[in-house]
Each structure stands twice: as C-alpha cells, then as structure tokens.
C-alpha cells in the first residue's frame, strides 16, 4: 500500500517559495535557524491556548495569564528564539506582555468557551495525510463553525490559501466532526460558517464568509498538482534576490556552491548590484581645508576632554564643589550610584525571581528601582545588590560669570 504523502500548508508555502528550499527542509531534513517572530508567536499563541482551555469552566485572570507567558517565554535563551541581542529579546517580552494587557482590557468579561484551542487534526484525503493546526474553533449551532487564526507578525492581510485549507480539513475531518457531535448530536454535516484572521498586536479582526465550493475545487486541485510535483522528485530552485538573501541554505544551495543536488538542476541566476553614485571631487584646496577643520577638531576634542579631567582632579583635591575662571563658573557634583555592568546576570537573576515583569526593559534606572520596591523581600533585594557595583559618577558644569 503506498503510503499517503505527508503534507500541510505550511509544506506548500515553502514549496512554493522554492521547491530546492522544500528538499532541504523537508527531503534533507536540515532545520532552518531559530527565527525570532516565530518564537514571538509561538508564546503568544501558547498564552491565548491558556486563557481559552476549552477543559475549564474559568478563566485566568490577568496575572495568571502574565505569569503563563513569562513561564513561556523564559524556556529559552535569546539566542534559541533567534533575537540577536538580549535588548532586542527584552523589546519581544515587552511587547508580548502589551498585547496580553490590551487583551484584557478588551476582553474581559467577554470570553467565551471555544470548541477547541490548538486542535491538531490529521486527514487522509486524496493521497495525502494533510496534518493542520487550528489555532481556535469556536460552535456556532447547526453544525457550523467560526475558524480563528491568530496572527502576530507586523500586519495582517487576507490569505486565501490558508483559508481554503482551513475549510477543506474542517469540512472533511472526522475528528472535528466528532468533535462538534459531542456538543450537539444532532448535526450530521459540519460546515464553515466563518473565518477569521485575528490580529493580536492591533486587537483587528478580519472575518470572511465561507469560500464557494467552485473556488475551494480549484484550490485543491493546485494542492494535488504541488504534491504530484513534489512525489515526482521536481526540486529545482527558483531564486530571486529577496528570497535568497534570507535563507538559510544559501551555503548549500547549488545556484551559490554551483554544485548539482540529486532531484534538481543547478540554475543559473544574477543579482543586480546595487550602485553607489559618487559626486564630483572637492577641488585640492577645499580638500585641503576640509582635511585641516578634521584634524583640528580632534585634536580641540582631546584637549577638552584632558581639560576635563584636570579640572576634576583639582577641584577634588581642594575638595572645591565651585570654583571661578575669569569668565566662567565651574561646578563639581559627585554622585555614588550602584551600577549593574553585566546584564547577562542581572536579566538571569531577574527571570529566576520572577521581577523582570516588573521593569519590562531592564535599564540601570528601573533596576536600581526594584531596590526600593516594598512588595520585593530584603533577601530578594539583597541578592540582586551583590550583582552590582559602586560607581562614583562626577558631573562638572561650566557657565559664563557675569
């Protein structure tokens, strides 16, 4: 018995992206690297999944569902949720947990019990075991159905092909049909009443009736033609310059290593370079001035800043906090400030703590904050203390004397 080709919408996206792309990913089975927006929406679905669990009769308050997301998110590094930087994480969590909070503001009181969250249904269906992810269904009576897919990249916009499979696996599996009888016996048929793409960053909905039956036959068949393709081993690579200049196979792919992969052809493909236009050259004299004023301000740069220093140095010895030139007033302002140099650490601490919720972005300031905050224990404090030092910071003003 041949078995049945498996196959998702995802699958067919990056066929369709670059069938050479497909090979690696999915005939190779190489993994792409982490990608930050993936790991973004990952958390943030895990928490909507949280709130509406269709297994309890209450929701989560605020707090819970904050304190869920934070357990999410602190599973893993920055580095393992494809952020470049921990700041560019910490703007993620922040993010994460301003899209929670609008939820709730939005929403509270208004939640209602789904017919299922994250339902991973599998479906043999014309030679393939078409595999989905519902992100929520919810039960609209007479054996209809509200699909809502929730999004979380910058902006939303309608797409088709997801919707059609979303239709296609709901109208035809058996799980689902179950799944609906349990709540209502009496429905023999299931069907699509709505579908919905959910925006979480802006709250927008976008909600579209069900496709025409004409319109989904004709989607599936360019679903059985992808997957005819693929069976038949046709991998060849169809670059073009957005798509290559972030992929993750570009060291192995045969258009950059000119080297042939078993299933497809070498294609061959030019980039279009950009240009840099350059102006006509200064003359050598205002190249010359120019060159001079350079040199010039560097070195008035460095002098200020021995000045500076100097200045400091003596006014400290003579234990001075003003002292006057002839036209001007110097003052001295000497701060002993804590510190916290190593933020690796500190974010650690924070996130074993369970405080990073409490500043968001961690900065010197809103650190140095928690120190003071009464809901924190003088234990709590005392730790995060030993991860900072003392720094004398000096603040030296000049003005003009009368």
Known sequence: MVKNLSFSYSKMGMYKECPQKYKFRYIHMIPEQPKYY????????????????????????????????????????????GYA???????????????????????????IHPLSTELKSTLDIDGLNLISIVD?????????????????GKTVQREPDQLYMYQKVVENSPLIKTL???KDPSVKKVRVGQL??????????MTFERAPDKE????????????????????????????????D??????????????????????????????SEPLPLSEQDELSSKIDRYGDLLKETEQLRKDIIQLMKKNKFSRHFGQHYRAELN??????????????????????????????????????????????????????????EHENLTLEPTE
Not at 63 to 80: C, G, I, M, P, S
Not at 140 to 152: A, F, V
Not at 196 to 205: D, I, M, N, R, V
Not at 254 to 275: D, H, I, L, Q, R
């Open 334 to 391: 000497c701060l002993e400030k804590m510190e916290f140099t190593d933020k690796e650490k500190v974010i650690e601490f924070l996130r074993s703590s369970q405080l990073l919720g409490k500043v968001l972005v961690p900065t010197q300031s809103t650190i140095v904050g928690l120190l003071t905050d009464p809901t924190i224990p003088t234990k709590t404090k005392n730790e995060l203390k030993k991860l900072a030092k003392k720094v």
């Open 180 to 182: 609906v009888q349990q």
């Open 196 to 205: 919905s793409f959910y925006h979480l960053p802006t709250l927008h909905e």
């Open 38 to 81: 993936f790991a973004f929406g990952t958390a943030l679905h895990s928490v909507m999944e949280f709130i509406y669990n269709p297994e309890k009769e209450d929701f989560p308050t605020l707090q819970e569902a904050l304190l869920y997301f934070d357990t999410v998110w602190n599973k893993t590094t920055y580095e393992q949720k």
């Open 85 to 111: 930087s921990i700041d560019k994480e910490l703007e993620g969590y922040a993010e994460g947990r301003r899209i929670i909070q609008s939820y709730y503001r939005t929403y509270t009181g208004k939640f």
């Open 249 to 278: 196979y570009r060291n192995l792919c045969p258009v950059f290593t000119g080297k042939e992969y078993a299933g497809g052809n070498a294609a061959v493909v030019s980039f279009k370079k950009k240009t840099i236009l350059k």
């Open 136 to 152: 929520r269904m919810d039960y609209l009576g007479d054996g209809l159905i509200k699909i809502l897919d929730y999004k979380t």
């Open 216 to 247: 989904i036959f004709e989607f599936w068949q360019k679903v059985l033609n992808v997957a005819d393709c693929i069976r038949a081993g046709k991998f060849d690579p169809t670059p073009g310059e957005q798509q290559c200049r972030w992929c």
